[in-house]
Structure formats: C-alpha cells, structure tokens
C-alpha cells in the first residue's frame, strides 16, 4: 500500500469516527441496562457464593466452603430431585393439554373466538389469585372439591390434597391449569399458518386423524415445540411463587425444589452466601442443560425449515 492510499485511509476513518462515536452513544444504555439487570446480578451471585455473612457488607470470604456444605447436606440433594421432578412433570402433562387445546381451538365451530377467549383468560389471572382460589377449592373440610367428591359418593372421607403423597400432583396440576395455556397460545399460532390444502390432499389420499397429525400437523408444529419444551423447561425448574404460595416446600420437604430451599436458606435463615452457592448449581444446570439441548436437539434448524 502506497502513502496516497494510507493517507486516504486515514482520512476516510477520520471522517467516519463521529459516526462511530455517535453508533457506540446509541447503544450505551442498552449494553448499562444489560450490564445491570442481567450481568450484574449473575456475577454478584457468583462472588458471594464464596463468601459468609449477608448482604453487600461484612462478608466473610470461605473459599468453596458453601459448595462443601452443600454436597454433605442431604436435603439439597433431596430439593434437586424434587426440582427436576417437578420441571420434567409439568413441562411434559403442559405440552400434551396444550397440544390438545390448540388442536381443539383450531377447528372451526360455532362461536370459536368466543371459546377461544374464555380458554386464554386463566393466563391474565395473577398467579396469587390462582393459588388462593385453588386453595380454598382443594380444601379437606371447607372446599367445593371434597364437598362434591362426598355428595357423589366417590370418597369415603375428605381428601387432603396437599398432604404427602399429593402434594406435588396438586402443585403442579394447579399449575398447569394456567400455564398450559402458554403453549395454546404457540402452538395454535402456528397451526393457523398450515395450509389447509395439505390437510385436504391428505384426506384426499385416505389418511386417519392421526395420520394426518403425524404427517401434516407434528411436522409444521415441531419447531415450536422444541422452542416451547425449553422455555417451559427453564420457567418450571425455576418456579418459586405458585410452590411457595401453596405449600411453601412442605410438606416434609414434598414440594421443596432447589429455588425454594435457596429462598429458605438466604431468608429465612440468613445465609446470603449459602444461598447464593445453591442458585449458581442452578445456573449451572440449566447452563449444561441448554447446552445439550441445542448441541443434540438443534433447534435453531427446525425453526429455519
């Protein structure tokens, strides 16, 4: 490169660096707001995982104490098994009932938009009127389930459905009866964009409902569901109010996952840095999880096709 071609370089990139300057200005605030509610937080999390005490003062460092304590205590292990337990549950019973509501919701009948509405609504009610409801419905001596349970000779006695034995059951059905309605509403999105042509050539060649589902309505509706399964997956796992509202853990531990001990142990017995050790396992298990979920399941090419 000869000096005329290096000075008219330099004068294109001084010419151009305002520009440069003024990009880098726009995006300040998105990478500040980023960096704060996102990035921030994780790596606090991280540093006081290595620390004793509580809050941002008077922290103690121990080393990898935290994450000793919790590999001797057993009902960390015990709250990991409740929590996947409980994400693999649920996702799995909200994929089918959603699959099948939208598959229903997609057929045209008579007053559909008006059905359709009345199915979304149990999305846009807040989840501590759901618990509270669903409370006072599931209740052993006060509630309308066990009342006609009896009256219709079904039971013998009142059922406690939130003792051992179904509590999680109750937890996660109680659960599923709103966010179910998450996939209705990706995957009947995507079945309205089918062609119905393909479902009438279909019929044309003598396939079955099923057949038809297998090879019209799965193949359209799979690239969503991947992206549903691991959206659902992360929520579940990470579920905190619906539990706590309900059962708060109990009882004996039925419904403890790892992010409501997290919260037992940083709130109610103050120790911030234990705490946070158990929600970096967290991070790091769905870290892993997501990982090998798009390593093996590749998402992103069933979406593209």
Do not use: C
Not at 106 to 121: A, M, T
């Amino acid at each position: 490169m000869n000096l005329h071609s290096r000075l008219k370089d330099h004068v294109a990139a001084v010419r151009h660096r305002p520009e440069r300057l003024q990009g880098y200005l726009y995006i300040a605030p998105a990478i500040l707001v980023f960096f704060g509610v996102s990035l921030f937080p994780i790596l606090f999390g991280i540093y006081l995982s290595f620390h004793a005490g509580y809050g941002i003062s008077g922290l103690e460092f121990v080393g990898s104490s935290n994450y000793q304590l919790l590999a001797s205590d057993q009902t960390f292990w015990n709250s990991m098994e409740r929590g996947v337990l409980y994400a693999m549950y649920s996702v799995l019973t909200q994929v089918v009932v959603g699959v099948a509501i939208a598959l229903f919701l997609n057929q045209s009948f008579k007053f559909s938009n008006v059905v359709r509405s009345i199915v979304l609504l149990p999305y846009l009610i807040p989840t501590v009127a759901i618990a509270m409801i669903f409370r006072w419905l599931f209740h052993n001596r006060l509630g309308l389930v066990n009342y006609l349970l009896l009256e219709s000779g079904l039971v013998a006695d009142p059922v406690n459905f939130f003792s051992v034995g179904h509590a999680l059951h109750s937890v996660v059905w109680i659960g599923n009866w709103k966010f179910s309605i998450f996939v209705v509403l990706i995957v009947l999105a995507r079945l309205q964009s089918i062609d119905p042509e393909m479902y009438e050539l279909a019929k044309i060649n003598g396939a079955n409902p099923l057949r038809r589902f297998l090879d019209v309505t799965y193949p359209n509706i799979k690239g969503v569901l991947f992206l549903v399964v691991l959206l659902r997956s992360i929520w579940q796992f990470n579920k905190f109010d619906m539990i706590w509202l309900l059962t708060s853990g109990g009882p004996f531990n039925e419904t403890l996952t790892m992010v409501v001990y997290a919260y037992q142990i940083a709130f109610q017995q103050f120790r911030g840095g234990l705490g946070a050790s158990l929600t970096v396992v967290m991070f790091l298990m769905l870290l892993a999880t997501g990982i090998v979920y798009f390593t093996q399941f590749k998402p992103y090419e069933e979406v593209e096709t």
